[in-house]
């Protein structure tokens, strides 16, 4: 017998050597982990800023964008081209003044109008909306600087430029629109600002620095 395993030495080695290397073989696919079982969720906090910001989206898109309409969002104050829509140049003033306050005024004089004291002064109320249409278009026009009363509370600031030539570069029409709503919603004043007079006190003005309370009283 013991010839038979001297004439075959690697025969019981083998055959145990095969044995062992499946055994482990069939450990180790016994240990394999489960990835599908271990995927990480989304933080939920980032799935609820997601939907948050995505609803709110809609939301501000759905109360400002004006329905997407040509004549509110012409960026760079362009003529309609001939031939086209009628209904682009008779857009409610009303309409296109909300939208461009919402973009150009509300961050400062907040949505409601009521500003932000003692920063910004509040347009709701105050006497320098109600009172001359030179004047406002004026401060629109070439911005403000220097001390302002408003409904008795004394203010003291720049206010930016925002018609033409100015870092927003709005046309005649978006600001006569933008007076007008702003007139209409917290003055009460059904008249519109029209676009002309805009022009007519841009071509008489020019480009000039922010204006100054003094300078505006001075005005009829």
């Not at 906090?45 to 997601?50: G, V």
């Not at 519109?192 to 204006?211: N, W």
Request: proline fraction near 9%.
């Amino acid at each position: 017998m013991s010839s038979n395993m001297d004439s075959n030495p690697g025969r019981g080695v083998a055959g145990a050597s095969d044995d062992s290397l499946q055994a482990e073989h069939e450990k180790l696919l016994g240990k394999q982990p489960d990835e599908k079982g271990h995927y990480r969720l989304l933080p939920l906090n980032l799935l609820f800023l997601l939907s948050a910001f995505i609803m709110f989206s809609g939301t501000y898109l759905g109360r400002f964008s004006g329905y997407f309409h040509p004549k509110v969002y012409n960026e760079y104050g362009l003529p309609p081209k001939p031939g086209a829509d009628s209904a682009a140049a008779a857009v409610d003033p009303i309409a296109l003044g909300k939208n461009v306050y919402a973009q150009v005024c509300a961050a400062c004089h907040q949505p409601n109008g009521a500003g932000l004291p003692p920063a910004f002064p509040p347009l709701a109320g105050s006497e320098w909306v109600s009172g001359s249409e030179d004047r406002l278009i004026r401060i629109l026009l070439h911005g403000l600087q220097g001390p302002i009363k408003v409904n008795g509370v004394d203010y003291v600031g720049v206010m930016p430029a925002v018609g033409p030539g100015s870092g927003y570069n709005l046309n005649p029409e978006k600001v006569a629109a933008a007076l007008t709503y702003i007139r209409k919603e917290w003055a009460g004043i059904d008249t519109p600002v029209s676009a002309a007079k805009v022009a007519e006190i841009r071509g008489k003005d020019g480009t000039r620095q922010p204006v100054t309370v003094a300078e505006l009283e001075k005005l009829p």
